[in-house]
């Protein structure tokens, strides 16, 4: 984790930021955090156990500022919060995402599979392509003998 930090705090200073206790902070809160998907509330909670002085505010302005300079991605998995996860060293693209509609488990696919319709919207539609996030919604493999008709879930909130 320590390498992790030095090469944040090391990103932030090449954009003449600083490090400060507070952003530190945070920062462990999501590399502690890794696998998971976190809120801004949810990290400020885990922030705030450790260190109890620091605000929410500081806490969204630090989760800003980490996601401005592409050190984290801000994710929607449409349910109306915004998550946020770690960039993948050296990828070239955003990983993808499986989310069950029943339980809300969000799943990661690792592998860019997307290579081939990047190159067909290139060529075919003359567009620029600088990124891309694909998600999946529908009913994970730890569900599929509880849901009787994954239809029925579509458009459905996740409890």
């Given at each position: 984790?320590?390498?992790?930090v030095s090469?944040?705090?090391?990103?932030?200073?090449?954009?003449s930021?600083?490090?400060?206790?507070?952003r530190?902070?945070?920062?462990?809160?999501?590399?502690e955090?890794e696998?998971?998907h976190?809120?801004?509330?949810?990290?400020?909670?885990?922030?705030?156990?450790?260190?109890?002085?620091?605000?929410?505010?500081?806490?969204y302005?630090?989760?800003?500022l980490?996601?401005?300079?592409?050190?984290?991605?801000k994710?929607?998995?449409?349910?109306?919060?915004?998550?946020?996860?770690f960039r993948?060293e050296g990828?070239?693209?955003?990983?993808?995402?499986?989310?069950?509609?029943?339980?809300g488990?969000?799943?990661?696919?690792?592998?860019?599979?997307?290579?081939?319709?990047?190159?067909?919207?290139?060529?075919?539609?003359n567009?620029?392509i600088?990124?891309?996030?694909?998600t999946f919604?529908?009913?994970?493999h730890r569900?599929?003998?509880?849901?009787?008709d994954?239809?029925k879930?579509?458009?459905?909130?996740?409890?």
């Amino acid at each position: 984790m320590e390498d992790r930090v030095s090469q944040i705090k090391q990103q932030l200073s090449s954009h003449s930021y600083k490090l400060t206790p507070q952003r530190e902070a945070t920062v462990r809160v999501l590399l502690e955090n890794e696998e998971e998907h976190l809120s801004a509330e949810d990290v400020y909670l885990l922030v705030k156990e450790k260190s109890p002085e620091i605000g929410l505010a500081t806490v969204y302005r630090t989760l800003e500022l980490l996601s401005e300079l592409s050190i984290i991605h801000k994710l929607n998995f449409g349910d109306g919060v915004t998550r946020y996860e770690f960039r993948a060293e050296g990828a070239e693209h955003h990983h993808h995402h499986l989310i069950c509609l029943h339980c809300g488990t969000v799943d990661e696919i690792v592998d860019d599979w997307l290579g081939e319709v990047e190159e067909r919207v290139e060529r075919e539609l003359n567009f620029y392509i600088v990124d891309h996030r694909l998600t999946f919604h529908g009913v994970c493999h730890r569900c599929k003998d509880l849901v009787k008709d994954p239809g029925k879930l579509v458009g459905a909130k996740v409890t």
